[in-house]
Structure formats: C-alpha cells, structure tokens
C-alpha cells in the first residue's frame, strides 16, 4: 500500500510538474510573441533595398510638398489676422469716438431740461431694433441721425470684422496643427529612410551614395536662354552642391520647390511655394518645346519638380541626402512643363 501511495505521489508530482512547465512554456511563448524577445521565432522581413528606400524618400518628398503647403498657408492666415485685428482696433476707435460725440450731445439735450431719444440709443441694448422704431426718428435732429446712422453702421461692421477675426484665428489653429502633422510625416519617413540605408549591403550602399553625388556639370554649349529665364536658371546654377533640405527655400538649403521658388525670386518673379502649384504658374509647353528656365514637374502629383537647362538636362534638388545638381530631363515620368 505504502508503495502504491509513494507510486501515486510520485506520478501525481510529474503531472504537476508537467502542467506548470507547460504553463510555464505556454507564458514564455506568450511574453516572446509580445516582446519580440525570441529570434527563433522572429519573422524576419524582407532585406532592405535601394529601391525600398527610393520608395521612402518620394513618400518623405511628397509629405515635405503636403507640409510646404500647409506652412504657406499657415502663413497667409497669420497675415490676414494682423490686417483683421488692425481693422477690428481701429473700428472699435471709431466706435469709441461716435459714442462719445452721441454722448455729448445727447448730454447737452439732458442738461437743457429733456431726455434725448439719442441718449436712450446710447445706452440701449439693442440700437438696431431701437433705430427701428420710426416714431423716434421723428424726434431726432438730422445731425443727431446722421451720428446714430454711422454708430449702427460701424457697429454692424465692427461686429463682422470681430467675427472674421475669430473664424481666421481658429482656422489658423487648424493650419498649425496640419503643419505640425506633415513635419512629424515627414521627420518619421526620412528617419526610418536612413535606417534602411544604413542597412543596405555595402554594394548597394555604395551605389545609392554614388548616386546621390553627381553634379558634374553637363554640356549646355550652344543652349540660348535670355530675360528673366536666364536670371533664374544662373542662379539654379549658383545652387549646384547646395544639400537638399526638407522645407527649405535657400539660400543655403533648398527642398526641390524652395529651389525654384528662390531660383525666380532672383530674377523678381513670385513663385507659389509647392511643386503642384508651381505647375499652374505659367503656360504650359509640351516637353518637346522645352527651354531654359521651364519648370518640370515629376510624377503625376507633381510632387517634384526640376528646372530645364538644355540639352535633355534639368537643375533640381533630389531628395535627402542629395546635393543640388543635373539629371537627365527623363530620369522619372515627366507629369507637365511650365513656362513662367
């Protein structure tokens, strides 16, 4: 009997043991598949290649265009708020002003023994619906209505003008928030861009990085180019070997529509500051009747955008990593090409 129990025993402890090392196992798995922890079991992806990271610099391109765009237009309505409250400061004097002139003489028309229908007004609630009432028109001078008409009026637009203020100040709020977005879009897309460059073989390390310096200079003999095309594709020139700079429109740095933009801001042209507006700011010419100065937009949302030079060669500024230099006109689909 004594044997049995021990048997017994012994069997019921190797089935606990049993369990837990299973429950054990079974939490080991659990903690490894949530933590990563285990290489074994780890689901390796697909090596980095030049191309997977060529796939994240146009998307950085393209998140720096869509943050371009938005800072642009954080800054048109930083601009129009200043020239919004200027209006509303100085209406609120020239309200200030009329109530004291209607205050004077209504004060006067007081002290001389009546109530002034304009003092009412002065101090009504509501001075529209007052005004309303034709019966007091009656008993009020012409100068008296002449004052209370322009005090309703520059009321009325002071009140519009406090509305537009507040409407351009929230939608400027907006604008921040969606600038503050495309900057993280675009800081993340380049950081996990160098990573997988840091990861590449050291042959395909090799190739992206010669890539990524050329800017010899090709041969334009012979390419006419004069007014101000000439102004702005010299000045593209100066920018040869200029690093690229996400958000940047020079002098030091440039992204590829801050460079066009500065390149025709020498030559006193305005250029809208993204590449998908820039398209639209000229005539457009087909790419065989290219010339000198033309803007050529990439992609088919013209989120890059290059200068022609002649000769099959455009100046533009490629993506992170990349100095201002030539490239072929061809060197990506070609969506339109703008004459400024």
Known sequence: MGSHRHTGRSTAAR???????????????????????????????????????????????RATEAYNEADERTGTLRAALRRTQDRVARGQERVNTLRGALGALAGAQYRS??????????????????????????????????????????????????????????????????????????EAKLARARALLD???????????????RSQRPDLTGVAVSGRAATAVAAAQRALGKPYVWGANGPTGFDCSGL????????????????QAQRYAGQRVPLS????????????????????????QVIHAPYPGAAVRYDPVGMMPVSSVTRV
């Open 113 to 186: 023994g009546g109530v002034d229908p304009a003092l009412e007004l002065l101090f009504s609630a509501d001075p529209e619906q007052y005004l309303e009432k034709a019966a007091t028109l009656d008993r009020i001078s012409l100068r008296r209505a002449g004052e209370l008409t322009r005090l309703t009026r520059a009321q009325r637009l002071l009140t519009q003008e406090r509305a537009e203020a507040a409407a351009t100040l929230a939608e400027l709020a907006r604008s921040r928030a969606a600038t503050a977005r495309h900057k993280r879009a675009v």
């Open 260 to 275: 066009m933009q500065w390149a025709y801001a020498q030559a006193g042209v305005g250029l809208p500051r993204t590449s």
């Open 15 to 61: 089935h606990a043991r049993g369990v837990t090392a299973t429950a054990l196992s079974a939490a080991a798995a659990t903690a490894a598949a949530t933590l990563g922890a285990a290489p074994a079991q780890a689901q390796p992806g697909p090596p980095p290649t030049r191309a997977s990271v060529d796939r994240l610099l146009t998307e950085a391109e």
């Open 199 to 213: 990861a590449l073989p050291p042959s395909e390390r090799a190739a992206h990085d010669r890539r990524s310096s």
């Open 289 to 312: 009747q290219a010339r000198p100065g033309d803007l050529v937009a990439y992609r088919a949302d013209a989120s890059h955008i290059g200068m022609y030079v002649g000769n099959g």
